[in-house]
């Protein structure tokens, strides 16, 4: 049971770039959620999801998309990257808005 | 919306020491309380959870909040601190029923020998 998993763990990426954040649970959870963290502000929603196909707007969700394709999969991705991007991103699954179960963190660097 | 006030952005304290890490929310209806701790380089683990019934729960490794709703507190306690204690811990609240969390802006706890 690997519970949250994040893929990859480190990216450095040059402005104008794009790439695609993997989080895979194996819970069977219905809710997955994409947030970034940066110091002195502390989690901040990108975008999340209550069950396979569906995705919702969190509070900071411009310049990244996301798809639920899979139930257990829910990708985060960025189109153009921009150094204001630059931060640690963490992936979460819950059954609602109770307990969640974060990944170990990704760490990007926009150049 | 609810929102989430940790004012101690960093607290230290000496080992075996009693520590108190503050959190007050802000919401007109019915919630739901969490603290996470974040270890170095990890992700967030849940701590202690309120949902409903005694206003104050524990912790298996020691830690309790009280949740007082007069005061719209939540406040993170522990008599006695353990140097493995060093971490960020996020107060978070949800509405009741509701999807989201609303985490705080974090507190570091910072013990030293």
């Known amino acids: 049971n690997a519970g949250v998993t994040q893929t990859p763990k480190f990216r450095v990426l040059k402005t104008g770039q794009s790439m695609t954040l993997l989080c895979a649970q194996d819970m069977n959870h219905e809710y997955m959620y994409w947030y970034r963290q940066d110091p002195g502000m502390g989690l901040r929603l990108i975008h999340y999801s209550v069950g396979e196909g569906t995705t919702a707007k969190g509070e900071v969700p411009d310049g990244y998309n996301v798809s639920r394709l899979k139930k257990q999969n829910f990708l985060l991705g960025l189109e153009s990257a921009a150094p204001s991007q630059t931060s640690v991103y963490f992936c979460?699954?819950?059954?609602?808005?109770?307990?969640?179960?974060f990944g170990p963190g990704t760490r990007l660097t926009v150049t | 919306a609810q929102s989430v006030t940790q004012l101690d952005s960093q607290v230290p304290v000496f080992e075996e020491a009693p520590v108190e890490l503050r959190c007050n929310y802000s919401?007109?209806?019915?919630?739901?309380l969490f603290w996470y701790v974040q270890y170095p380089n990890q992700g967030l683990q849940l701590l202690l959870k309120y949902l409903s019934g005694s206003t104050l729960v524990e912790s298996i490794n020691g830690f309790e909040a009280e949740f007082n709703k007069s005061q719209t507190s939540f406040h993170l306690r522990k008599p006695s601190v353990h140097i493995s204690d060093t971490a960020e811990y996020f107060c978070a609240v949800t509405i009741t029923g509701f999807q989201k969390l609303v985490f705080g802006t974090g507190t570091r706890l910072l013990v030293s020998p």
């Open positions: 919401s007109s209806v019915s919630v739901y």
């Open positions: 979460a699954s819950g059954t609602g808005g109770y307990e969640q179960y």
